[in-house]
């Protein structure tokens, strides 16, 4: 079974800065498109941010853009996500997801693969 292993969510003050990680098995991660996803209490599950295969495209929603930058490690299958300038209503378990492809509003194709979230805490 394919396992996407998201690590980095913690607690952390508006204005900080966190960086989450997403570790894939190899094949997945070379021919996958990747992404991230966030889910806030009783919020439903949304779009963050998501860069192809050969990491030459990067795509955000425009709740982050311009504070989130997402890349894929050199060297190593990991998927990274910088997070700057963060505010309370970023607060949400985020989700690492690997799919064929991605539809222009950032829905998975068929045949994705989920991580199971990690933890992120922004207080005010």
């Known amino acids: 079974q394919v396992q996407l292993v998201e690590s980095g969510g913690r607690l952390v003050q508006a204005g900080g800065s966190l960086r989450l990680s997403c570790a894939a098995p190899g094949p997945i991660f070379t021919n996958y498109d990747m992404a991230w996803f966030r889910q806030a209490p009783a919020k439903e599950r949304e779009f963050v941010a998501r860069?192809?295969?050969?990491?030459?495209?990067?795509y955000y929603s425009e709740s982050v853009k311009g504070r989130f930058t997402l890349s894929r490690a050199n060297g190593k299958p990991t998927l990274y996500l910088d997070m700057n300038n963060l505010i309370p209503e970023d607060t949400a378990v985020y989700y690492c997801n690997a799919a064929p492809y991605y539809s222009d509003r950032g829905e998975p194709g068929p045949g994705d693969y989920w991580g199971q979230g990690t933890q992120v805490t922004v207080s005010s």
């Open positions: 860069i192809t295969f050969r990491g030459d495209n990067t």
